[in-house]
């Protein structure tokens, strides 16, 4: 549940063999947990790592080896820079074919970018560092009269909406199908 979280909202960060989903702050994920969720910061208020290795039509062997360099790199490279946040790696099918090196510098420019994050969330602590959903549409307010009749200067046959009164130039709720 919780990659899924950090996958969906999570700052995204790409480079030529990884796909990488970067939450500056585990409190911003819980905000966006579902209820009983098992959103929990890690112990000592470490980071978190997760590593996904699809198999691409590759062996397990070939698919292991990945885990493990992965692994490694996140291990001696990512963590120790990690001081808050969540971090979601995804191997693209070309990371098969990159080298050691290659791959280590990819995890540094994920460091870079993950620490580049993580020190905009605590300087601006008032803004979140996961994108916040829309809020919700409310219908308008009420005129200060209160609803008008059919039959009052909007309405009636000389064109206003005979099937019942609302508020002059207020547009109808959102129906719960619309995406906007």
């Known amino acids: 549940m919780e990659l899924e979280l950090v996958r969906r909202e999570g700052k995204r960060v790409r480079t030529e063999h990884l796909d990488v989903r970067v939450v500056a702050s585990l409190s911003a ?10 959103s929990r910061p890690a112990a000592g208020g470490l980071g978190r790592v997760g590593i996904v290795v699809p198999k691409h039509r590759q062996t397990a062997v070939r698919r292991n080896q990945l885990k493990r360099r992965l692994r490694e790199l ?3 490279r990512l963590l120790p820079g990690l001081v808050e946040g ?11 074919g990159a080298s050691f090196a290659e791959l280590a510098r990819q995890i540094e420019r994920v460091r870079r970018e993950a620490e580049r994050l993580v020190r905009a969330a605590a300087a601006a602590p008032a803004a979140s560092a996961v994108p916040s959903a829309a809020p919700a549409l ?3 307010p009420p005129t200060e009269g209160g609803l008008r009749s059919a039959g009052g200067a909007a309405g009636g046959a000389a064109g206003g909406n005979s099937a019942g009164g609302g ?8 129906s719960p199908n619309d995406p906007g």
């Open 29 to 38: 994920l819980q905000a966006v947990a579902p209820p009983g969720g098992s």
């Open 74 to 76: 996140v291990r001696l």
């Open 167 to 174: 508020a002059e130039g207020a547009s109808p709720p959102p």
């Open 138 to 140: 409310a219908p308008a």
């Open 86 to 96: 969540a971090v979601v790696i995804r191997a693209r099918a070309e990371a098969y």
